[in-house]
Each structure stands twice: as C-alpha cells, then as structure tokens.
C-alpha cells in the first residue's frame, strides 16, 4: 500500500493509411485555420472612407490605358495608402487617443456632475416658475391682446374693381 514508483508506457502503432484516414475526419471538422479580423468599425462610423482604387481613378470604356498600367497604378495607390495609413497612425494614434481621451474624460465629468443636476434643479423649479409666469400672462398680457381683438374686429374690408 505505498507509492507506486514504476512508469507505465503506452503506445500505439498504427499502418501509415489507417493513420492518414483517421486524421481526415478532425481535420475536416476544423474548417479555417485562420480567423477573420474583427470588424473595427461595427457600427459604421466611416462609411464614405471605404474608398477603393476604382472609386478615384476610374477609366472609361472609350479610353484604356495599358493593362500594365492600370495593375502598376492600382498596386502604387494600395501600398502608398497602406504605408502612409499606417505611418501616420503610428506616429499620432497615442497622441490622438490620449487627447479625446482627456477631452471625452472631462465632458462626461461636467456632464455627470455639473449639467445633469442644474438641469434636474430647473426641472424640479419649473412648475413654480410655471404658475408665476401663467399669472404674469393672465395678469399682463392676455387683457391686451384681448383689447387689441375687439379693437381690429371692427374693421371691415371691402376690395372693389373700378
């Protein structure tokens, strides 16, 4: 009843077909090795930046240049947009992220603490300031709209032809 110090070794031997026939069906059940990237832009934020090659520089059936042509000019414009998207995101995506990180940062803050409440004192002051304002009304301005009524009611116009 101690310990038992002896290895046990397994093996299993296999002719190379039945081997091979075995594996086709695990791998036929993993399909793509390779993940699609992620949608970075799952809202579509940036739809009128999805721009191709063809989207610019677009030749007409009546005018061709040369098939080499177009491949080198649409292969120059893919690695120039490519190469400069990524150089300048290399150089200011932290510095950019970093700013409207602040800038976000301190609207939410004002917004959380200091317009939300003075909007929600106004809303709670507003049916007081309500009744005084509809008394101001009554009292001042419903009595002459009311004479001004009476007075123009009591012109007639007549349109004539001579």
Not at 13 to 31: A, C, T, V, W
Not at 53 to 77: C, L, N, Q, Y
Not at 123 to 140: C, N
């Amino acid at each position: 009843m101690g310990l038992e110090k002896e290895k046990l070794d397994t093996s299993i031997i296999m002719d190379e077909d039945e081997f091979n026939r075995s594996i086709e069906p695990i791998l036929s059940n993993k399909g793509k090795v390779y993940t699609a990237s992620p949608d970075r832009d799952p809202n579509d934020i940036n739809p009128h930046l999805k721009v191709g090659f063809e989207d610019v520089i677009a030749e007409p059936i009546s005018t061709h240049s040369f098939d080499r042509v177009w491949i080198g000019s649409h292969a120059t414009f893919e690695l120039v947009r490519f190469g400069f998207y990524r150089l300048l995101t290399t150089l200011l995506a932290v510095p950019v992220a970093f700013i409207l990180g602040i800038v976000f940062g301190v609207l939410s803050c004002v917004h959380i603490w200091v317009v939300m409440p003075m909007i929600q004192s106004f809303m709670m002051l507003l049916p007081s300031i309500h009744i005084v304002w509809r008394s101001l009304t009554d009292i001042l301005v419903t009595p002459l709209f009311h004479s001004m009524g009476k007075i123009l009611s009591s012109i007639q116009v007549k349109a004539t032809e001579n």
